[in-house]
């Protein structure tokens, strides 16, 4: 008899044509033939796609601090802001096993929200507080790391470093060429752990995670004269000009899109070139192009800058000071309109107005406030 028949065999059907009672019973010998029941060899799919649910589940949205394990296994593979024991080999391991054992295992580096995306493990960084690049923006970074793979790193407030590449910069004296291996080794010399550069973003990979910059223009390059201001983001929009001359043209302001302010005195000999005609600007511009690209790398200060012109700029730092200490989006009338608020503020006491050895006065809260309060009361009046 075949298979088949010994099913059919103890199937009955009821009184009813077409109506299958099933209550089915199975013989003896059907149940030797087919067990129905479930052994340990069977392999169950339902509960290995359950466990991976919950896997999923108890990775995906978990808050997580620095240094936490974040899963151990073979099957994932690390993404931003984590890290595994293979990174850390230089560090020495207690013994063999323990080494083999943690390979594999994958940390955060910061304190975030884990995501997954099919096997990649990567840390969402929960402080808002950090600059989201975009192509175009202008801003303002610090070298933090020279690498041997002609690339600058530079800290740009955001979740992870910025990379500067070699081919992205000037060389000095306006030279047009490929950079070769005696500039990788004057690297160092051009751009030193520390220093600020003002930069624009050239490219945005990785989920805004790889950015890149360059500083190929005049307007670009080694920061000096002045003082950096770090304020909350969204202070500062996004703007076609993010570079503001104050002060008959004494003062420069950059506002950085990624909230890093600078403030610097502005060499003398560039303010008188915007007085200029166009042909004279046009028969300067080699001129310009070789001393700019050497001063860009300089270390040295203006020794031009004395006493006076450095209390400007402190007014300047004091006026962005206020202006974040009210939450105001800072922009170049509201420099412009504070200044002018500062040089008619006269005290409580003996109603005298502020001179400069008394600019202490504006780093008192209440002041802050005061001003502050005042310019968004000019601003409605204005309308």
Known sequence: MSAANKILNVITHSK??????????????????????????????????????????????????????????????????????EDLKPIAFSGE????????????STLGVISKINKLISIENVNKNLYMAEIGDHIIGQIVEVTSSKKWKLNINGNNLATLQLSSINLPGGLLRRKNEQDELNMKQLLKVGDLINCEVQGVYANRNDVHLHTRSLNYGKLRN???IKVKMGLIQRKKTHTHFFNNNSIKIILGCNCFIWVSHEMTDRVNNNDKGPQTIKSDITRIEQDTSFEI??????????????????????????????NLVISEQRISALYDMLLSYKTGE????????????????EVMQELGSQLIQSEKMRG
């Open 16 to 85: 009813d044509i077409g109506n299958i009672d099933f209550n089915i019973q199975l013989s003896n010998e059907a149940k030797e033939i087919y067990n129905f029941e479930s052994s340990d060899d069977d392999f169950d799919m339902t509960s290995d796609s359950d466990d991976e649910e919950t896997e999923n589940k108890k990775l995906v949205n978990q808050m997580i601090a620095p240094g936490d394990l974040v899963i151990r296994s073979n099957e994932y593979m690390k993404g931003h802001n984590t890290y595994t024991t």
């Open 97 to 108: 096993e323990t080494q083999k054992d943690d390979e594999l295992n994958i940390y955060s």
């Open 226 to 228: 002045g003082a950096l």
């Open 297 to 326: 790398y300089s270390d040295i200060n203006d020794p031009n800058i004395d006493i006076k012109k450095r209390i400007l700029i402190s007014k300047y730092i004091i006026i962005i000071k206020i202006l974040a200490f009210n």
């Open 350 to 365: 003996g109603m005298e107005t502020v001179g400069s050895e008394s600019l202490y006065v504006f780093n008192d809260p």
